[in-house]
């Protein structure tokens, strides 16, 4: 029996080592462009694909450059609310996903010792949108499918249209449908890179068909 067992952080080390490999080499700088990189390296070497919330980070960071902020320690409220300004006009979500990654790399860095504080506290969380989606009567949707029945461009929007709504697609996956992707035998519609980048393969209604 082991009579020194392992501390939770060597245990973690361990763990680390055995399933990822060693992790990325530390960037031997305190500018603020290559602590991201080493941060972006290091989740996708935890197996995050870290594309979207990378290019996040490294938006908010060029944003601050420009403003003289290259160094942990040139952080402060000021820039911070000057960024948060700049992005007024996106919408709430989106902020909402730049202030998360934002927010990410920066507890990242005070993990690291490097920042006493995460000043994306300081900024606001915005409302969401009063949006409300607008719902189709059956005699609406009767009249959009309809040109389905014949063989001309509009009869071919109608088709896509039904497609769509039979099967619950977004507009993005029904755009790149192709026809290998119908299986007419079997009654299903195969998606290639969905959402998140997930393929999937839904069942067709006997009317699609």
């Known amino acids: 029996m082991n009579e020194h067992p392992l501390s939770p952080s060597e245990v973690a080390e361990t763990l680390w ?27 996708q070497h935890l197996g995050h694909r870290y594309h979207a919330s990378g290019e996040c980070v490294r938006a908010f960071l060029r944003f601050l450059a420009g403003l003289g902020v290259r160094r942990p320690a040139d952080l402060s409220a000021e820039p911070m609310l000057a960024w948060a300004a700049s992005r007024a006009h996106v919408q709430p979500l989106t902020w909402m996903r730049e202030v998360s990654a934002g927010s990410v790399f920066l507890d990242h860095l005070k993990a690291l010792g490097t920042i006493p504080n995460n000043l994306c506290a300081l900024l606001r969380r915005r409302t969401s949108s009063d949006f409300r989606p607008y719902i189709f009567s059956v005699a609406e949707l009767q009249r959009i499918f309809a040109p ?33 992707d119908l299986d007419v035998d079997l009654g299903t519609i195969f998606i290639e890179s969905g959402k998140f980048s997930k393929d999937r393969r839904l069942p067709l209604h006997r009317r699609v068909v």
């Open 148 to 180: 389905a029945q014949t063989r001309n461009p509009a009869g071919d929007r109608a088709l896509v249209y039904y497609v769509i709504y039979a099967c619950g697609l977004r507009a993005g996956e029904a755009a790149h449908l192709r026809m290998r």
């Open 17 to 43: 080592q055995y399933f990822a490999g060693p992790p990325p080499s530390p960037p031997g700088s305190d500018d603020l462009g290559a602590l991201a990189e080493q941060f972006i390296e290091l989740k």
